[in-house]
């Protein structure tokens, strides 16, 4: 391979077109999963043009979830699908918003640092945008920055505007894709290149020419319409690549790959590299797992906050595909919101599931519904996960139902409550505000040596990403552990509790931290693999092999 000089990292900025939800994250993903296996290190960035600092005070029903890195960055639901598909941990300068490129140009001016010039977005604002790119440059071969929004959208033209520049000054060390649509008009039985050509239109009117289109269609295109399309838009007719609807999203790669999209780019920057030497092999094992699973199927309840929005869940549902992929299954998600309990419908829903899993999220609706599911769970031996808020309505039923502390409840949710079995964090009693006020980030936790979480994890040491701000109550750590409640993790110093577990139940977990954040299709977390491995043996009438070695 053609080595790449220091100071001569590659830049690809992805854009989208026509409509929103065309899967720019996914596209961009998948070429860095290219580009990866060709040998080159890879990162990957979303540069996102709303005003908001960072997506932590945004509705997950708005704005899908909020995803944290191992550094306590609360970013876009993309940095997501980046680690998992290029399986790297990020930091917070893989996501910026206009928010913070323009609180870092008003803190220079605040401090003087521009010697009294008039700020404006040219120069000031778009040179803060090409500075976020260009910090992402040391040890990576290839950046892949993704602009959130559609062209055409004014918020989005500072961002477009800044990696114009940004191409100008770098030369063919950048180029830019552009994802757009190619619908299908049922009624006249034909493809459509009107929309592409418009967008592309679009584009050029900002000084951008796109040397990749991705054309996201529900039917195949041929060479007549992809020569049509680069005839109209200046592309060169292998720089038109299909992007068909697909049954999972980790065949895009693959899709990629069939049309050589990695060798029109590698060859647009002038760089010999070998072919995959696995063949993608690891992802074809992966898809074929997904798409035709030699076990059975297991049935997955979420009962949630946020239901109405898979989005919101994003991780959940990879990360319970991923404990899918580990034990060749299939697995079934049912997303049920907290509150249908708490209107009249009854738990015993749940014996037509294999395992019950309650999220995170904040807020009092629907608690009561989740504690419910809970119990019904832990009564009938349902296998049971719970993720952070999961874990503290796990708490609280079982303080109310086994350990007889009547009213027990979160400080989150009743002020009043006589046991407050989870209250604020003692640092966090004097916050007010919003956003970036919690406990963030990669966190290290001791697991107790014979307990389920130990077996599951292999070890006894672990580190997970955290984002909450309430905790188990120390005051009734020892009246609930005299129950039967297992507290199978804490904090190096034991001051705050980490993970609960019930010995004799099939496979019930809390865990306060979230776990899916760091699962991955080429290796599910352990958490996520055991509890689709339970929810199999449920599912075949049989007692898991983890759970017979704890003698459950």
């Known amino acids: 391979m053609t080595p790449i000089e220091s100071g001569r990292t590659r830049y690809i900025f992805v854009t989208g077109g026509v409509v929103s939800s065309l899967g720019k994250g996914i596209a961009a993903a998948s070429l860095g999963v290219l580009l990866k296996e060709r040998g080159l290190r890879v990162t990957l960035q979303k540069l996102d043009p709303y005003i908001n600092v960072d997506p932590g005070t945004l509705s997950p029903l708005q704005h899908g979830e909020v995803f944290v890195t191992e550094d306590g960055a609360e970013t876009d639901l993309d940095l997501g699908h980046y680690e998992r598909f290029i399986d790297a941990n990020l930091s917070q300068e893989n996501n910026t918003t206009s928010g913070r490129i323009y609180r870092a140009v008003i803190d220079r001016e605040r401090r003087g640092d521009y010697l009294g010039r008039t700020v404006q977005v040219i120069p000031h604002i778009t040179d803060e945008i090409k500075r976020s790119v260009r910090v992402l440059a040391e040890g990576h071969d290839v950046v892949i920055s993704e602009v959130g929004g559609t062209v055409g ?26 994802l757009t649509l190619v619908p299908y008009i ?9 929309p592409t050509q418009h967008s592309v239109r679009e584009l050029m009117q900002t000084g951008i020419q796109p040397a990749v289109l991705v054309c996201r269609t529900e039917h195949p295109l041929d060479d007549e319409i992809k020569a049509k399309i680069a005839g109209f838009t200046n592309v060169d007719p292998a720089g038109v690549v299909e992007a068909l609807d697909v049954d999972t999203i980790y065949q895009v790669p693959l ?27 690891g992802w074809r094992r992966i898809v074929e797992r997904i798409k035709s699973p030699r076990g059975g199927t297991v049935r997955i309840a979420v009962v949630g906050k946020y239901t109405a929005l898979v989005d919101a869940y994003k991780s959940i549902e990879q990360a319970l595909i991923h404990g899918g992929i580990a034990n060749d299954a299939n697995v079934e998600i049912d997303w049920i919101g907290g509150e249908k309990l708490e209107q009249g419908l009854d738990p015993a829903f749940l014996v037509g599931y294999h395992g019950l899993l309650v999220p995170g999220g904040f807020g009092r609706r629907g608690i009561e519904g989740m504690i419910t599911a809970v119990r019904w769970a832990r009564e009938n031996g349902l296998p049971f996960l719970g993720i952070c808020l999961g874990l503290q309505c796990a708490v609280i039923e079982f303080a109310r139902n086994v350990a007889g502390l009547s ?26 505000t919003k956003g970036g006020t919690m406990r963030l980030g990669s966190y290290e936790a001791r697991l107790n040596p014979g307990s389920l979480a130990a077996r599951v994890y292999g070890r006894t040491a672990i580190t997970e990403r955290h984002r909450h701000r309430y905790e188990v109550n120390n005051d009734y750590r020892t009246a609930l552990k005299g129950k039967g409640l297992n507290f199978s993790a804490t904090t190096t110093d ?59």
Request: net charge neutral; hydrophobic share 40%.
């Open 407 to 432: 009213g027990a409840h979160s400080f989150e949710f009743d002020r009043e409550s006589p046991h407050p079995v989870i209250c604020l964090m003692d640092e966090q009693r004097k916050v007010t």
């Open 494 to 552: 034991g001051k705050l509790v980490e993970m609960i577990e019930l010995p004799g139940h099939p496979w019930f977990v809390g865990s306060q931290s979230h776990p899916e954040f760091k699962s991955r299709p080429t290796s599910a977390h352990p958490l996520f693999a055991s509890f689709i491995e339970a929810g199999a043996a449920r599912a075949a009438g049989t007692v898991t092999p983890r759970a017979a070695a704890l003698g459950a």
């Open 186 to 194: 049922r009624a006249a039985g034909e493809l459509k290149t009107k």
């Open 153 to 178: 959208d004014i918020e989005s033209l500072p961002f477009l505007e800044g990696i114009r520049q940004f191409r100008q000054e770098v030369g063919p060390r950048a180029l830019h894709v552009h």
């Open 255 to 281: 899709e990629f790959r069939r049309q050589r999209l990695d060798d029109f780019v590698l060859s647009r920057f002038g760089i010999e590299a070998p072919a995959p030497p696995s063949g993608l092999t």
